[in-house]
């Protein structure tokens, strides 16, 4: 017989140990319209709001820099309050105002190029959890004062992540890394720092990001060219029983699984393979239910679906293909056998590596590997739809769209741009401070020297900054603007530097050239110099 606590007592105890409360998704995670990849812990795609019927654009956001140094591969997402979380390949997190694009705080992490394709994850009190390049899972939450994120916790796993986080219904954090393995992580309670609680060995590299059904299954895939139900272990140290393994037949480019698998309420789970082959297999048992070969018949087998699929309310399954047609299918049932039938399709053009959001009038947005993103609705008639609208970016479109309750779309792109559209109504982005933005640049100094990421926010005639310098760490300073002078002052908390810092730096033709002093820098007071850019 289970131990039953009195809600006051529960309430006591999750405060003092930090004892995880058993509860339903809705409850583990935010009150928000997208608090996670594609959704929710289903990965369902599917929103409840109906988005943008124009290409109006309401604002961008930009991280100054594209590619590999500043674009975008995660997918945005919300918090309770409406803060728009976004995490760029320059190893910063931000965390924007829904109305503005600006800046409420950021987070620089330890890599500054490919460094964050982990989309992040918002639980029900505000504290974000995302992975990164540099190896850690983050545990943040926005500060109390300045702009830069506050570490709730953190956990190294001493090897690079790509994947996003899920939560367990007891309140484990899972999520993959690139030595291949799922990792079960305890939250900091009793006491205690975060710690592993289970890990799952795959034989293949790890892009798909795990998918929790309502009774605690964990659902993963890998490039080994399998999917796992796992029945993760109630208490530390004990091993992750295999309900099911499912195997394509082949792994990595010809049959390996890059995209995430997601649930409808009728247990089905739905993953495509790069064979080009969408698998519907029943999530009790791990049989296959129906399988549906369009992309591979249109001589596409190797890498050739990286889209994971939005779910209809009718059960309609929406994914792009490498042969860059977005298919609208659905389960043909018969007496005797079921299948797979085409309602209809979308040809984009060139290939697809995002993932279709369903908005709740039907429309489906998607954008494709040259920059274009399509807003697209069933035809009328016919099998072949056209666009409700198009918008062209200048990087390709890894990143999938997200929907806020007031009807605003989200989607990064590689450009580095995060956009905002929105048919009517909001209010209008204010042009940014000429101090305000993400710059980069140089620092050298007597005791460290190397490149420098630094997010500004300017108001009125204050700016915050916050920064990661290689060999120093990230650390925070606050400063005022006097004409084309920025002068900082006030103390600086980093691993080597435990002080005060003053300086200034002027702004000229789009750079900031300037010189700092640090009291108490590994004993001795140090003098250097940077340079930064803001594009």
């Not at 300045?146 to 484990?172: H, K, M, R």
């Not at 205690?192 to 299954?217: A, H, Y």
């Not at 779309?409 to 933005?437: C, E, H, I, Q, W």
Request: glycine share 14%; aromatic share 10%; net charge positive.
């Amino acid at each position: 017989m289970g131990v039953k606590f009195s809600p006051g007592l529960t309430i006591l105890l999750i405060l003092v140990v930090g004892l995880p409360l058993p509860s339903p998704e809705g409850q583990v995670l935010a009150e928000s319209p997208w608090l996670t990849y594609r959704r929710d812990l289903k990965r369902t795609g599917r929103s409840d709001t109906t988005g943008p019927a124009t290409d109006r654009v309401r604002w961008i956001f930009s991280t100054g820099r594209p590619d590999k140094q500043g674009g975008i591969e995660t997918d945005p997402v919300i918090g309770p309050d409406g803060t728009v979380y976004i995490g760029a390949n320059n190893g910063i997190l931000y965390a924007l105002d829904p109305e503005t694009g600006g800046v409420r705080w950021a987070f620089p992490t330890g890599f500054d190029t490919y460094a964050i394709y982990s989309t992040p994850l918002v639980d029900r009190n505000g504290i974000v959890y995302f992975g990164a390049k540099d190896g850690n899972v983050y545990a943040l939450r926005a500060p109390r004062r300045g702009i830069i994120g506050e570490v709730v916790w953190s956990l190294n796993l001493g090897t690079t992540i790509q994947t996003s986080p899920a939560f367990t219904p007891d309140g484990t954090l899972v999520i993959g890394a690139d030595d291949w393995a799922y990792y079960g992580i305890t939250p900091p309670r009793g006491g205690k720092g975060p710690e592993v609680k289970w890990r799952f060995q795959t034989q293949g590299t790890l892009i798909s990001s795990p998918v929790v059904d309502s009774d605690g299954t964990v659902f993963v895939a890998s490039m080994d060219g399998k999917v796992y139900a796992l029945d993760p272990p109630k208490e530390a140290g004990r091993p992750v029983k295999i309900r099911w393994s499912f195997s394509s037949g082949e792994r990595d480019a010809k049959g390996g699984f890059e995209n995430a698998p997601a649930i409808d309420a009728e247990a089905t789970l739905y993953i495509g393979g790069n064979d080009g082959i969408l698998y519907a297999l029943d999530t009790k048992t791990g049989k296959v239910k129906w399988t549906f070969d369009g992309v591979a018949r249109s001589g596409y087998r190797t890498y050739a679906i990286f889209s994971s699929v939005a779910i209809g309310p009718d059960r309609t399954i929406y994914f792009g293909g490498k042969n860059g047609i977005l298919y609208a299918v659905r389960e043909r049932r018969g007496f005797l056998r079921s299948g797979p039938e085409v309602v209809w399709r979308y040809k984009l053009g060139p290939g697809i590596q995002s993932s279709p959001l369903l908005a709740a009038d039907g429309t489906v947005y998607l954008g494709d590997e040259q920059g274009n993103f399509h807003a697209v609705r069933r035809p009328q008639s016919g099998e072949w739809a056209s666009a409700l609208w198009k918008f062209a970016t200048k990087g390709t479109l890894i990143s999938s769209p997200t929907l806020a309750t007031d009807g605003t779309l989200y989607v990064g792109s590689m450009d580095g741009n995060l956009y905002a559209f929105k048919a009517r109504g909001g209010t209008p982005a204010s042009r940014p401070r000429p101090f305000s933005g993400t710059w980069y640049g140089a620092y050298e100094s007597p005791i460290a020297a190397g490149n420098i990421r630094a997010v500004l926010v300017q108001d009125g005639s204050r700016v915050w900054s916050t920064w990661f310098l290689a060999g120093m760490g990230r650390g925070e300073v606050q400063g005022t603007v006097q004409g084309n002078r920025l002068v900082v002052s006030g103390p600086i908390h980093t691993a080597r530097c435990q002080g005060t810092v003053s300086g200034e730096g002027r702004l000229e033709g789009g750079e900031i050239r300037g010189e700092v002093r640090v009291e108490r820098c590994e004993g001795v007071v140090v003098t250097g110099r940077f340079t930064l850019r803001n594009h």
